[in-house]
């Protein structure tokens, strides 16, 4: 039986690499060992996937969703069902990171295409997924690369490439840009088949090479007649971009940093951490799977239990993966979706190219009412199955008294770490309650919904809204 | 290819119905059609949460009668509508997989009555999806996720039922969709198992429909089936965008991969409508549009018409299997 704690550093892994496991889960993890544990995530390919015939079987409207919510709720099924759950949490990452949004590109499959790549391509090369970024439809719309032409050229691509998605502000100049943008001239999308009334169509990238700028550009030091590829394979050889990718992917697994626009002045919280990650970029030449295995293997990563405040998506998924009452097609994913967007995440449509703000920015008085409500909502319904199954786990252990019944909720459920004042003012809820008993039907009854209530003021207090 | 030709039959593309539409004039994901009294055709779309669930009376000259049934749990609503067929009054029947029910309505779409009880026991349903009459007005219904095939009365008696979860032949593994022949033989779509298998009234095995050992054939959740009056068997291979054609005896015919060179009427009125789409459409390889994505339902008319519907495209193609072709001279 592994101790509680190799227990709760396997929980810890399981909310960042993925959103939560069940205690059998993390029995099972912990039983084959934490190494062993993030090798499996880091190999996601050897996990069945999502079984898509029987997603569309089910859910027909899914498949090329004609428009939001429709085409979140698809994501959020395949986050709350995944096997695989670090190839769908860096999708995640991804998403966040090379944020497009549906409010400009209109068109919901193709972002719905974006995020699949981001599934393939997540634990490659960091080369090879800005390649697919920017041959990618929905980023070229979103970006307007259809409208930088040989000799009017349009910048936006070529900035936000080196400024947001790879470098950082301060590294490049002006110049570079421009002849950055220069060399993606002529990666353009086929002009496509409208939308409605026989469904959506999808875009294909294309190449022009009669509208691409083949003349000598100058780039970060750099001399010679670049196309886009040229460009990648500078920016990626960067000590700006192994800084740049280090931060986020620390931002994301890790623990909270400030908010990007603010990094080319403040540095980062844990420098030493960052450099460990700028190490395994570079002696891996940028590979994904590498940088991520020293990170989560890392003492950094292992010692940062509950440092970073949970993501919309996080939250609504870890809760109903734990509740157990969305593990196959049913009505409902739209409402998921949508609660998403209520806590501040509307999924497929970030705010603008920035992205959103993240860490404590996530909670604002609406959006903390929205989560509160939301998990206490779930944990606190002694029907739903994760719920009977953690009913069943203090059964199983025969608490009855106060401090044991609050321990053990608190472990199974996470385990989580709460503090001093959050534990007693739920000892003193489970005081006011009175001890379990399970000695008849009438008391059984009222030990669950005491159950209920605990597993509530649980999801409701403010340590549950840290991962 | 409009006209293929294989095997001594010939299938002459004819004409396309319908387009996506939330409500009214139009279908959202439809799963399944019967052909009604005349040129009446029924339509059921699935749409999607809560919204564009229905049914629709057409024509097959593209008149729009209206439509009856809404989203909901109540009576003559569905969530998950999913298949749908006509007594011999002409009297409307619609499985729905998640409320595991079959709703009753008149030839106009009056509410009738419903009849289904969940469960796994004798005459119970879990996520009833193809439903089909015999002659004698009893009704068959995939009982899917019981992997077996039910029979009851047209009010819901239960008669029989035959099939068990396996890999085997008789037995099912999430079948789909349903049709009866003119001998009263029964044709199941069993989807997970990637084949369709004919039965006798009884549920005794026949024939197995299914690829060859060079994938000749081959079926990826085949969803509908129907039978010609020569015998010859239309799947909708759903998963491969298809429709393959056995003969009788279950050997592969040849396929039918769509071709709406032309949009419908209604198609066309929209596009029309908007300058936009025309030149966009101008612009575009069109062949996508041509090609069935998700054909889900396959019927039959007396006259040999084939009619496939297909879910991601929202519309009913139609083929004519010619009887007195000519061969054109091929060095022309």
């Known amino acids: 039986m592994p101790d509680k704690e190799e227990i709760a550093l396997i929980a810890h892994l399981m909310r960042r690499a993925g959103f939560g496991a069940s205690r059998q889960e993390l029995e099972e993890r912990a039983a084959n060992g934490y190494e062993a544990t993030v090798e499996e995530l880091l190999h996601p390919e050897e996990q069945p996937a999502i079984d898509d015939d029987i997603l569309y079987r089910y859910l027909p409207g899914y498949e090329g969703a004609l428009g939001p919510p429709i085409n979140q709720a698809e994501w959020v099924y395949r986050m709350v069902n995944t096997q695989r759950p670090l190839e769908e949490k860096l999708a995640l990452f991804w998403h966040q990171l090379f944020a497009t949004g549906n409010s400009k590109v209109d068109n919901p499959p193709e972002i719905t295409q974006q995020i699949a790549m981001f599934r393939r391509q997540a634990l490659g090369s960091f080369r090879d997924l800005l390649v697919e970024l920017a041959k990618n439809p929905a980023m070229i719309w979103w970006l307007d690369n259809n409208g930088n032409h040989n000799g009017a050229i349009n910048e936006n691509w070529g900035r936000e490439l080196l400024e947001l998605f790879s470098m950082g502000v301060g590294n490049y100049s002006e110049d570079d840009i421009k002849d950055a943008s220069r060399a993606f001239t002529g990666w353009t999308i086929e002009p496509k088949i409208p939308r409605n009334p026989l469904g959506r169509f999808y875009w294909n990238f294309e190449y022009r090479p009669e509208d691409h700028d083949d003349g000598e550009k100058n780039f970060l030091g750099h001399t010679g007649r670049f196309n886009g590829e040229d460009i990648i394979d500078i920016v990626v050889k960067q000590p700006a971009t192994a800084q740049f990718l280090a931060r986020h992917l620390y931002n994301f697994f890790v623990a909270d940093e400030p908010q990007v626009p603010s990094w080319n002045i403040n540095p980062p919280n844990d420098p030493d951490a960052v450099n460990q990650l700028v190490a395994a970029y570079d002696e891996s030449d940028g590979n994904l799977r590498s940088i991520l295995r020293l990170l989560f293997n890392s003492d950094f990563f292992k010692n940062a239990r509950f440092a970073r405040v949970k993501s919309p998506a996080e939250l609504v998924v870890s809760t109903v993966r734990m509740v157990g009452n969305y593990q196959e097609p049913r009505p409902g994913f739209n409402m998921l979706a949508m609660e998403c967007n209520w806590q501040g995440q509307e999924l497929l449509n970030p705010p603008s190219v920035e992205s959103w703000h993240t860490g404590g920015e996530w909670i604002d008085g609406g959006a903390l009412v929205r989560r509160v409500n939301f998990a206490a909502g779930l944990l606190g319904d002694t029907s739903l199955p994760g719920v009977r199954t953690i009913i069943a786990g203090l059964r199983h252990r025969g608490v009855s008294a106060p401090e044991e019944f609050v321990d053990a909720c608190l472990d199974l459920v996470g385990p989580l770490e709460f503090s001093g004042s959050t534990r007693s003012e739920l000892l003193a809820q489970a005081a006011e309650d009175g001890d379990l008993n399970w000695d008849t039907e009438e008391e059984t009854e009222k030990s669950e919904k005491k159950i209920g209530v605990m597993l509530a003021l649980i999801a409701a207090s403010r340590d549950f809204q840290f991962a | ?332």
């Open chain 2, 1 to 332: 290819m409009l006209t293929t030709v294989a095997a001594g039959r010939v299938f002459d593309y004819s004409y396309c119905i319908g387009m996506y539409g939330m409500s009214g004039q139009g279908f959202w994901a439809p799963q399944d059609f019967v052909l009604g009294e005349g040129d009446l055709i029924y339509v059921i779309s699935r749409g999607v949460e809560e919204i564009g669930q229905r049914i629709t009376r057409v024509t097959r000259n593209h008149e729009f009668l209206g439509q009856f049934g809404a989203s909901g749990k109540g009576d003559g609503q569905f969530v998950w509508p999913r298949s749908i067929d006509l007594d011999s009054e002409g009297n409307v029947y619609a499985s729905d997989d998640f409320l595991h029910r079959i709703s009753v309505f008149d030839k106009e779409g009056a509410f009738l009555s419903s009849w289904g009880t969940a469960g796994s026991k004798e005459g119970e349903l879990d996520g009833p999806s193809g439903i089909a009459f015999d002659a004698d007005d009893n009704i068959f219904v995939v009982d899917s996720a019981n992997n077996r095939i039910q029979k009851f009365t047209k009010d819901g008696s239960f008669l029989g039922s035959f099939g068990q979860a396996g890999e085997g032949e008789g037995e099912l593994n999430l079948p789909w969709g349903i049709c009866l022949d003119r001998e009263g033989n029964v044709y199941v779509a069993d989807w997970k198992n990637n084949r369709v298998q004919k039965f006798d009234a009884d549920g005794g095995f026949l024939v197995m429909f299914q690829g060859n050992d060079n994938g000749v054939g081959d079926l990826h959740g085949p969803t509908g089936i129907a039978v010609d009056s020569d015998g010859d068997v239309y799947v909708t291979d759903w998963g491969n965008h298809r429709v393959q054609i056995y003969g009788p005896d279950g050997h592969f015919v040849t396929t039918l991969v769509g071709d709406a060179q032309t949009p419908s009427p209604w198609t066309q009125t929209y596009i029309d409508a908007n300058p936009d789409i025309v030149k966009a459409r101008r612009r575009a390889n069109m062949e996508p549009e041509w090609r069935f994505r998700r054909p889900v339902a396959v019927n039959v008319d007396p006259n040999d018409s084939i009619f496939v519907l297909e879910t991601a495209r929202h519309r009913l193609q139609v083929y004519d299997k010619v009887k007195d072709y000519e061969e054109h001279s091929l060095n022309l």
